[in-house]
């Protein structure tokens, strides 16, 4: 069975910065379309992040320069570094593994809030 | 920020059928990509619901369909019921420098 966990989210303050996790049990990360995905309360869904099996990473321009993602093999876990955060990059974040242009599986989220 | 516009909300009698329709550009579905269609439940992540315009990931019923021409796609869900209540959202590939990724505005699915 395929999961996703989340985790790393919480209040930070403005211009601070914040790792999340993505533990996948289930499947192998390096083996497919990993991406991350946020809504802001009360928001749509946005696109943020992805990397692929080759290691080939994209960003959405809303956070290029700022957000990193990566992946560790050995520990089978994704991660979203995020810099210089800002109040609109509250939102709740959520790990997907993909579908070549879809999101099939979807973690729980975790909260990041950026307020002083 | 979203650049596949849905109707803000829908809403259909118990076992009545309704429709979400997702309008998007050249750069996206006009381009022959595929639209994908999630459904979120109150207080919970979105569950996938249809990918490749039509199809039905294991599990979900087939009370839920999808279609796609031209520049647009649209979801349908025959024998509505009070479980279908949720937020729905179409997806797509777009090949315009600003995003791979895109999201439709998102739909509330009431039952009345």
């Known amino acids: 069975e395929v999961q996703l966990v989340e985790s790393g989210g919480g209040l930070i303050q403005p211009g601070g910065s914040l790792r999340l996790s993505c533990a996948a049990s289930?499947?192998?990360?390096?083996?497919?379309?990993m991406r991350w995905v946020r809504q802001a309360p009360g928001k749509g869904l946005e696109w943020v992040s992805a990397?692929?099996?080759?290691?080939?990473?994209y960003y959405a321009d809303s956070v290029k320069g700022r957000f990193t993602i990566s992946r560790d093999n050995s520990k089978n876990t994704l991660y979203l570094q995020m810099n210089s955060l800002r109040a609109e990059d509250t939102a709740v974040y959520y790990c997907?593994?993909?579908?070549?242009?879809?999101?099939?599986?979807w973690g729980q989220g975790t909260l990041v809030t950026v307020s002083s | 920020q979203s650049v596949l516009t849905q109707p803000p909300s829908v809403s259909g009698a118990p076992g009545q059928r309704v429709t979400i329709s997702c309008t998007g550009s050249?750069?996206?579905?006009?381009?022959?990509?595929?639209v994908h269609w999630y459904q979120q439940l109150p207080g919970t992540a979105p569950k996938l619901l249809i990918y490749?315009?039509?199809n039905r990931p294991s599990g979900v019923p087939d009370r839920f369909s999808g279609s796609k021409s031209g520049t647009s796609a649209s979801l349908a869900i025959t024998g509505l019921q009070a479980e279908d209540e949720a937020d729905y959202y179409c997806?797509?590939?777009?090949?315009?420098?600003?995003?791979?990724?895109?999201f439709g505005t998102g739909t509330k699915v009431t039952v009345l």
């Open positions: 997907t593994r993909g579908g070549d242009e879809y999101f099939q599986h």
């Open positions: 289930g499947f192998i990360v390096s083996r497919n379309y």
């Open positions: 990397i692929y099996s080759g290691g080939s990473t």
């Open positions: 050249s750069s996206n579905i006009g381009a022959g990509y595929d």
């Open positions: 490749g315009n039509s």
């Open positions: 997806q797509s590939y777009d090949s315009s420098l600003s995003a791979f990724y895109v």
